[in-house]
Nanobody, 121 residues
């Protein structure tokens, strides 16, 4: 079983920064992509940023220019650097790994338990 271990959430003032990190525990054979999603109260879960195995990235329009996603391939760890945070960034942030545990098995979406990010003065 693969579990995604997230860290780095917390309370920050508007304009501040946070860095989230996510590492799979358990055996991973290969990663197709890793990303971050978020869900605010009363809203659907939405894509924040994703990075593929070829290092291509995709961002939600609302975070472009403020957030940066990166991956440490040696550690299978994905980071989300969040700068110039706004109150509307407040949400539970979930890590996602589209990865497979064995060669020739299908890729599967694994999810973290979520980490709270609160932007408030």
């Amino acid at each position: 079983q693969v579990q995604l271990v997230e860290s780095g959430g917390g309370l920050v003032q508007p304009g501040g920064s946070l860095r989230l990190s996510c590492t799979p525990s358990g055996s991973i054979f290969s990663i197709n992509a890793m990303g971050w999603y978020r869900q605010a109260p009363g809203k659907e879960r939405e894509l924040v940023a994703v990075i593929s195995s070829d290092s291509s990235t995709k961002y939600a329009d609302s975070v472009k220019g403020r957030f940066t996603i990166s991956m440490d391939n040696a550690r299978n760890t994905v980071y989300l650097q969040m700068n110039s945070l706004k109150p509307e960034d407040t949400a539970v942030y979930y890590c996602n790994c589209n990865c497979r545990r064995r060669a020739y098995s299908d890729y599967f979406d694994y999810w973290g338990q979520g980490t709270q990010v609160t932007v408030s003065s």
